[in-house]
C-alpha cells in the first residue's frame, strides 16, 4: 500500500494529521521503497513452487496490485472508512470537552505501487514517475475554511486523539513500524525472499542491460528508479522505456508474480491465522461504517 497519501505510522500523531489536518487516505509505502538485500540471514527455507499458482493482478488503468496477502491489509477506501471513523470519535471527544468542532472532509489520493519500479506503460505515458494515480472517495465533502484554533481547543484536540488512540481499530497496514504481526512477517520475508531469487536477479540483469543500451542508469541508492533529465516530458519518456525494458526481459509483472508466489508459499503453515485476521479486518470495517452512520454519513459514501 500502502503517504497526502502518507502512512499513518503512529497512533498519535496519525489521529491528530486525522483532525487537524483533515480525512484523508493512508497508503503503505512500501511499494515505493528498495527490496531487501538478498543477503537478508534469518529469511525462512521456502521452496517457491509451494506458491507456483499465486498470480499478482496488476491494474493498468488505476495502479492497483492485489497479491495473495492483500486480503489481511486495508484496501485504500477501507482504510479511509476506518480512519475517518476513528476521526468522529475523537471530535465525539473534543465536543465532550466543550468546544466546537469543524472536521474536515474531501478525498485523498491513491500512490500506485512500485516497489518494482514503474510497469504500466498507461500509467507510465500519463505520469512519468509521479506516484500519484487516483482518488479515494471521502465520506464527507470538504471544508478548507476551518477556522484557527485557540490553545484550549487544540490542547483539547491533542489530548483527545492521546486518549482515544485508534479506539480499538487495528491497523491492518503494511510496513507500519515495529509491526510484528504475521502478515507483516509473511510479507516482509517473501520481499527477501524475492530479492535473492534467480528468476528475478537474471530478469534485473536483463532489465538493466536493456536500460544501459538505451543510455539510462538507475538513480543513485535506488534498485528501480530510473534517472531523468527532470522535465516532465523526460521523464514520461525514460519511465515508457523503463516499462520496454521490463517487457523485453520477461514482462513487467514477473517480479510481481515471483513476489506473489514466495507470499503464497510463505501462507500455506498460516492460513488460520490469516483467516481470523480477515474477520477482524471485516469486523473492523463493519465496525467502521456503523459509527460513521452514527454520525449522518449517507450508505451511499460507505
Known amino acids: 500500500m500502502r503517504s497526502a497519501t502518507t502512512l499513518l ?6 489521529v491528530t494529521m486525522l483532525v487537524v489536518s483533515g480525512i484523508v487516505t493512508a497508503c503503505s509505502p512500501v511499494g515505493q521503497v528498495p527490496a531487501a538485500p538478498p543477503s537478508t540471514p534469518s529469511l525462512p527455507v521456502v521452496d517457491r513452487a509451494a506458491g507456483a499458482g499465486a498470480r499478482a493482478v496488476l491494474n493498468e488503468a488505476t495502479g492497483e496490485v492485489v497479491l495473495p496477502m492483500s486480503a489481511y491489509w486495508y484496501s485504500d ?4 472508512l476506518v480512519n475517518s471513523a476513528v476521526a468522529f470519535l475523537i471530535y465525539d471527544c ?11 472532509g474531501g478525498d485523498g489520493k491513491a500512490l500506485q505501487d512500485r516497489r518494482y519500479g514503474q510497469w504500466s506503460k498507461t500509467l507510465a505515458a500519463k505520469n512519468g514517475v509521479k506516484p500519484e494515480i487516483r482518488k479515494i472517495p471521502g465520506v464527507m465533502p470538504e471544508q478548507p475554511d476551518r477556522p484557527a484554533l485557540s490553545a ?4 483539547a484536540e491533542t ?4 486518549t482515544v488512540g485508534r479506539a480499538g481499530f487495528p491497523e491492518f497496514l503494511e510496513g ?13 520475508d517473501a520481499v527477501g525472499l524475492t530479492a535473492r531469487d534467480p528468476e528475478y536477479l537474471a530478469y534485473r540483469e536483463d532489465w538493466q542491460q536493456c536500460l544501459a543500451e538505451k543510455g539510462l542508469k538507475l538513480v543513485a541508492g535506488d534498485t528501480w528508479t530510473v534517472a531523468s533529465g527532470g522535465s516532465k516530458e523526460d521523464e514520461i519518456r525514460v519511465a515508457v522505456l523503463d516499462v520496454d525494458c521490463k517487457e523485453s526481459s520477461g514482462g ?3 517480479p510481481y508474480d515471483i513476489f506473489a508466489q514466495y507470499q503464497a508459499a510463505l501462507m500455506k503453515g498460516h492460513q488460520a491465522e490469516l483467516n481470523v485476521l480477515a474477520e ?4 473492523a470495517v463493519e465496525r467502521a461504517k456503523q459509527v460513521l452512520r452514527d454520525h449522518g454519513v449517507a450508505d451511499a459514501r460507505l
Not at 477506501?77 to 479511509?80: L, W
Not at 513500524?177 to 512477517?185: K, N, P, T
Request: contains cysteine; hydrophobic residues 35%.
Open 77 to 80: 477506501r477501507e482504510n479511509v
Open 280 to 283: 477482524q479486518k471485516a469486523a
Open 159 to 162: 489530548k483527545c486523539s492521546n
Open 252 to 254: 513487467a509483472r514477473k
Open 9 to 14: 505510522q503512529a497512533v498519535g500523531s496519525a
Open 152 to 155: 484550549e481547543h487544540q490542547q
Open 94 to 104: 473534543v465536543e465532550d470537552a466543550g468546544f466546537t468542532v469543524a472536521p474536515w
Open 176 to 188: 507500519l513500524a515495529g509491526d510484528l504481526s504475521v502478515q507483516q512477517q509473511i510479507t516482509q
